[in-house]
Nanobody, 124 residues
Framework: QVQLVESGGGLVQAGGSLRLSCAAS????????MAWFRQAPGKEREFVAA??????STYYVDSVKGRFTISRDNAKMYLEMNALKPEDTAVYYC???????????????????WGQGTQVIVSS
């Protein structure tokens, strides 16, 4: 079992920054691909970014490339969000996926464990 707890969400003006954290616990958490997803009001949950078990490989959805940075440090994962836009407003979820995966999956069904989510609101 892996437990995930997100934090760091909040209200920020457009152009501002936020840093989300995901605390992971469980015997296999450090061996798993980790990712951030988000769900905006009235929309389906979408992939944002993923990082492999070692932290050496990352992948981003096009809409956040150059603005968001995913990283991990032992039992924690982060999402540094800069130049935020109103369209980034969503509930952000941390997810844990396959153990020692050679790829960075973007589909929800690939991820086995989920956090409860943290709200990010970007005002214009």
């Amino acid at each position: 079992q892996v437990q995930l707890v997100e934090s760091g969400g909040g209200l920020v003006q457009a152009g501002g920054s936020l840093r989300l954290s995901c605390a992971a616990s469980g015997r296999t958490s450090r061996s798993r691909t980790m990712a951030w997803f988000r769900q905006a009001p009235g929309k389906e949950r979408e992939f944002v970014a993923a990082i492999n078990w070692s932290g050496g490989s990352t992948y981003y959805v096009d809409s956040v490339k150059g603005r968001f940075t995913i990283s991990r440090d032992n039992a924690k994962m982060y999402l540094e969000m800069n130049a935020l836009k109103p369209e980034d407003t969503a509930v952000y979820y941390c997810a844990a996926g396959p153990v020692y995966s050679p790829t960075l999956p973007t589909k929800e069904e690939t991820y086995d464990y989920w956090g409860q989510g943290t709200q990010v609101i970007v005002s214009s």
